[in-house]
């Protein structure tokens, strides 16, 4: 079976025509920023080469429904990466370590329970698969001493139940963020979960991973929105009761969240909903500098007058992000002008957007106009606000505009107390800007923070830089491993909302120490104890640097 | 060692000077309700027999300092039950069971370290001990199988750090609520824990337990405000960051939180703090009747203007403590007569508290209030909202003095989803009233709200009847067991905040199925590879029924 054409494109994010390109001016800026670079294109998927799949037990095959299994090599090379830096790199040399061997396509919590079931049975390796949207290598096909390995591709459990007077739904992990709130929007109630991978991951994906949106600020984390899972593991089913809260021991719901398809496979996931907001509002502000805008965000989150979605950008994410944009000539010049009056040329940028009934927007917006204007912060208006919602789900898109320009571009996040944000900021940029120049590719490093707590906050981080051509999994190895060195020293978290993956997997022990890995093993152990689910992920770190 | 004098009951809750005595009108009205009961005081200090204590290795004993091991007869009775009916009944007839060997209090935790792992080495058992508050059998000191026995006292470590800028503290686990709200105080922050067992409940117990307290729907439960948290077991310590977040894999913190002891003792909880409030209201409104008064609630909870404390009584709660409120002649005709006029004579009354700055406490009274005068809600003053305040902790001293009545008095809480919520309720309340019927002590059975979320609420049970004496447990057994085979049926959590302990662990299974159960085994398994920890409670069933 082929499935029918997903309309994005097999190398990398989205559809192939929704890719942005560079004008002139932005080209330039960024030749100026980063030196001359070489245009690298991807190759043709007839370039790509695959091993020949490996034959698998009829016991596996048979647990799901003859058009449920995929093996046409568009398939497998789609199921055989996500969207991480060395994913897209593979993808885009055609040189793949590895795919697996079919794409299963469960339709109910019993067939994925049949399908793992036999895998045990037969030593066949599982990955998971929501949207394939993993940053991490969360879903790389790697064998770990298997011989055999399916993915598990969740598309076709979709299925959506609104209780409207509990303000909850049932929500089927394959569903996308569009198709879940699509039929939330039918019973007038919206999730409010948009992270930037929104149109492409999935339910089960946000849970397994602990994803956050750009509104979690006032929605909550995806973990603080689930309110009860299902996980069908090896073993049979581990499932959690739909009630606001218990005492009844350690949560389960919080093992399964966060699990990233080592322990097994979500095939429910409990969430609250929202009634669909009557209206909403971006606006724009500058900091005086990313001191005083740090100022800012804190006040509004422990005065818990946070807008939904909050951004403070760095200054020189504040600089590039401006450079970047579209506006034409006369507008920006008028823009700039404004700035050098407000004394505010070189400041910081905030976006905060509110959603709600017109009453709470208008509310709540001036609540925190108010902390804002008090921590020094200039209006710039609703327009910026708006550019930026515009915007919100297209980094992925300028990502590999930038790839096919030769240029290294990555993101990596982490968060802290506020009393410690200031020394992580600084350790972790210094980490990069340093590890870049001794590469011979000096970059650009940017940041923002778009998660507010009462304690804390997170950051965010992109850094662009030339590409060392036929290098860059070193270029990116260096890189990271000195950026995670970096956060494990100052002591923030290895990941505030991409997970762990094969990427962060060595930091786990920094993390939660050997005794709490060897606890998550312990689970594993019991839920898994052929070990077939997602192997080499999460606690299960690389021994091999691949 | 004795330890100093700990001013309270050796059998009960409180210092005895504390404990309320029934007015003429007061017993009147509970025999009028229950029927003729019989006084029934608890026996001497002298008529309770205990078992002489075991000799322990001097490996445990040496691991704490020489005048933290405590083996007078007094100390180990105190510490030989918590404070459930069972428990107290057994307190006050001077038939306990069985009492720890020794209690000892660990001043640090590499002190608790060390007696964990001599514990371990030499098999014996060990019961972590806060305040010795719990109403569910979780430090009952039951042996299952080891010989000797201690109990870990934990009032020694109350350590108090606090991040004022973070809004976070670390607190040590043997801080009782007033402990850490007079050390929090000196830094102009609050906890705003306050759960009915405040004055005597510890951090740790809090945390183990996952508590609620009573302004818990502003302020979240206790789990809710930890940050981070600290365990020791015999294998080691498992500790997480102190960060606002992460999505580095299924969260260890929500592994201790809720483990009541059974997996190592928490020796560190770090939580969100607040600003002290500087102001507080606390009023009574009424509503028609149960169902319009969760409609109230439900909408308070949903639009996000939920008061920080809320309590909904239902008819025979509302009707029972009216009657038994101590208000004079005159002020009561008065109250009656308004709610004649305002058709409120047999409603159910709402209290609700806000805590906060004047403006916040101003605005969100007012958010709220429209909405309870959309649901029909009288306004009933500040009076009793304050009468509430006054006497929020003076439950636990009442129900002794009804037991000294030989009134048989005991609580047991859950909660549901809005949509589920009435069904639980009439289950519940049938289920106790019928019980009681059928042992031929037919009595009150009194029910509120207390904790709200978005997507349900908790409900809170007190019921009262005349004693069997001599047949005490028995008849709790009775009721006990139809209650929670009627939560269990409902689809209710078998505990919202009282934890589960020796009474609730046979329902754990129904809570979160076998394969939940053995998933927690298996973490205990590796933390607690001997079974020391705290025998019998959670997630092992009492095979004997006692």
Redesign the interface.
């Known amino acids: 079976m082929t499935s029918p054409d997903p309309g994005t494109k097999w190398w990398g994010w989205g559809p192939a025509e929704r890719q942005p390109e560079l004008s002139t001016a932005q080209a330039e800026l960024l030749e100026a920023e980063l030196g001359a670079t070489q245009a690298t294109p991807p190759v043709e998927l007839d370039q790509v080469t695959l091993d020949e799949p490996r034959s698998l037990p009829e016991t596996v095959l048979g647990a799901v429904a003859s058009d449920a299994v995929l093996t046409a090599k568009e398939d497998r090379v789609r199921h055989a990466a996500g969207q991480s830096y060395p994913d897209l790199i593979r993808l885009r040399s055609g040189e793949l370590p590895d795919a697996p061997d079919a794409v299963l396509l469960p339709a109910s919590a019993g067939e994925v329970a049949a399908v793992l079931t036999a895998c045990a049975a037969e030593r066949v390796a599982v990955v998971p698969f929501g949207g394939g949207t993993s940053v991490v290598g969360g879903i790389d096909p790697h064998r770990a001493g298997f011989e055999r390995l399916i993915c598990l591709d969740m598309s076709r459990m979709r299925d959506v139940e609104v ?1 409207r ?4 739904a049932r929500l089927g992990p394959g569903l996308t963020g569009p198709e879940a709130e699509a039929a939330l929007a039918r019973a007038d109630v919206t999730l409010g979960h948009h992270p930037q991978s929104f149109e492409y991951a999935t339910i089960g994906g946000f849970a397994a ?4 949106g750009q509104a979690s600020s006032g929605y909550g ?1 995806f ?1 603080a929105l689930v ?1 009860s899972a299902r996980l069908t ?1 090896p ?26 398809g080592v322990l097994g496979v979500i095939t429910e996931v409990g969430v ?1 909903v ?1 009634p669909v907001p009557e209206a909403r509002r971006h606006e724009a502000w500058m900091a005086a500098d990313f001191e005083s805008g740090l100022e800012i965000v ?1 006040e509004l989150a ?1 005065l ?1 007058v946070s807008p939904d979605v909050v951004r403070l950008s760095d200054r020189d994410e504040t600089r590039l992000s401006l450079a970047m944009s579209a506006s034409d000539g006369l507008a920006r010049r008028a823009f700039d002008g404004y700035l050098r009056a407000r004394r505010r040329s070189d400041g910081c940028i905030l976006i905060f957007g509110w959603d709600g009934d017109r009453e ?1 927007v208008s509310r709540r917006r001036s609540l925190a106009a108010r902390v804002i204007r008090h921590g020094d912060g200039a209006y710039l208006g609703q327009a910026p606000g708006r550019a930026w919602e515009h915007g919100r789900f297209a980094g992925p898109l300028l990502r590999e505009t930038l790839l096919d320009h030769g240029i290294f571009v990555e993101t990596l996040e ?7 944000l200031g020394e992580l900021y600084a350790a972790v940029a210094a980490a990069i800007r340093s590890t870049l120049e001794a590469q011979g590719t000096p970059g650009l490093v940017l940041c923002h923070v778009s ?1 507010l ?6 950051l965010y981080f992109t850094f662009m830089a030339r590409r060392r051509i036929g290098d860059e999994l070193e270029q990116w190895r260096a890189v990271k491993t000195a950026a995670c060195e970096a956060i494990v020293g100052a ?10 993956g094969r990427d ?1 997997a060595p930091y ?1 022990a920094a ?6 890995l ?6 594993k ?3 898994d104890p052929v070990g077939i689910m997602n192997p080499g992920k ?2 299960d770190p690389a021994k091999d640097g691949a």
């Open positions: 209780d007077r509990s303000l909850t991973t602990r994803s956050a984390r973990d309110v593991t073993v049979g089913e581990l499932a959690t009761l739909e009630t606001p809260h218990t005492a009844a021991g350690p949560a389960l719901r919080e093992l399964i969240l966060g699990s990233e609250r929202r804190r422990q818990g709470s982490t968060s802290h107390t506020w009393s410690r998660h707590y009462p304690d804390g906050a997170s002591g923030g978290t290895i990941t505030h909302h991409h997970a762990v962060h786990m993390e939660i120490g050997e005794l709490g060897e606890a998550l093993r312990a689970v152990q019991r839920l999460l606690i």
